[in-house]
């Protein structure tokens, strides 16, 4: 469904734009992503509305199975990609689970803030972004996500998340849309 309206409390949740991420092959070319997530965050640190800045630093504990899918994390890995201009007012967190929702204290945080909608961008479509997008609905925010500020590993998998899956329990629209819905 598309973008009808940006909650007065929405936050701005950006998964795993990271170093050691926006460096592997995506779907998208790897500059436009952060760019577009750079437009976002510009409006929504303008309007003092919450932005969480998500990394991820390795896989659950306990599991094995993540093989060659998880790269081996470098120096940097973890920070925050350069085009979002990290600010001392983001809300960072750390996942160890594709979700940012998971053992993270996120929800506490958010519903502390007042938040009532999340506009949630990043990598991975299918995964990170998507298992945040769906916990987020569950735990009973009006979710949105930005069609044009995600990207994959897998151009398929992508195409699918937003074709099929999000429309099931998000609203979708373009960085264009979400900053006209803000400024209504």
């Given at each position: 469904?598309?973008?009808?309206?940006?909650?007065?409390?929405?936050?701005?949740?950006?998964?795993?734009?990271?170093?050691?991420?926006?460096?592997?092959?995506?779907a998208h070319?790897?500059?436009?992503?952060?760019?577009?997530?750079?437009?976002?965050?510009?409006?929504?640190?303008?309007?003092?509305?919450?932005?969480?800045?998500?990394?991820?630093?390795?896989?659950?504990?306990?599991?094995?199975?993540?093989?060659?899918?998880f790269p081996?994390?470098?120096?940097?890995?973890?920070?925050?990609?350069?085009?979002?201009?990290a600010s001392?007012?983001?809300?960072?967190?750390?996942?160890?689970?594709?979700?940012?929702?998971?053992?993270?204290?996120?929800?506490?945080?958010?519903?502390?803030?007042?938040?009532?909608?999340?506009?949630?961008?990043?990598?991975?479509?299918?995964?990170?972004?998507?298992?945040?997008?769906?916990?987020?609905?569950?735990?009973?925010?009006?979710?949105?996500?930005?069609?044009?500020?995600?990207?994959?590993?897998?151009?398929?998998?992508?195409?699918?998340?937003?074709?099929?899956?999000?429309?099931?329990?998000?609203?979708?629209?373009?960085?264009?849309?979400?900053?006209?819905?803000?400024?209504?």
């Open positions: 469904m598309p973008i009808s309206a940006i909650a007065p409390k929405t936050a701005l949740i950006v998964v795993d734009l990271q170093n050691g991420i926006v460096g592997l092959p995506l070319p790897a500059s436009d992503v952060p760019a577009r997530n750079a437009e976002l965050l510009t409006e929504f640190r303008r309007r003092g509305l919450p932005v969480v800045l998500v990394n991820v630093a390795g896989g659950s504990p306990g599991r094995d199975d993540l093989g060659a899918s081996a994390p470098t120096p940097g890995w973890t920070e925050p990609a350069p085009e979002l201009g001392p007012g983001d809300r960072l967190v750390t996942k160890l689970s594709r979700s940012a929702f998971t053992h993270t204290g996120l929800g506490a945080w958010l519903r502390k803030q007042g938040v009532a909608q999340a506009v949630v961008t990043g990598i991975a479509t299918s995964s990170g972004v998507e298992s945040t997008a769906r916990d987020g609905h569950e735990l009973g925010y009006h979710v949105a996500v930005a069609t044009d500020a995600v990207t994959d590993t897998d151009g398929t998998a992508h195409d699918h998340s937003i074709a099929k899956i999000y429309p099931r329990f998000a609203e979708t629209g373009t960085v264009k849309d979400i900053l006209a819905a803000l400024a209504a």
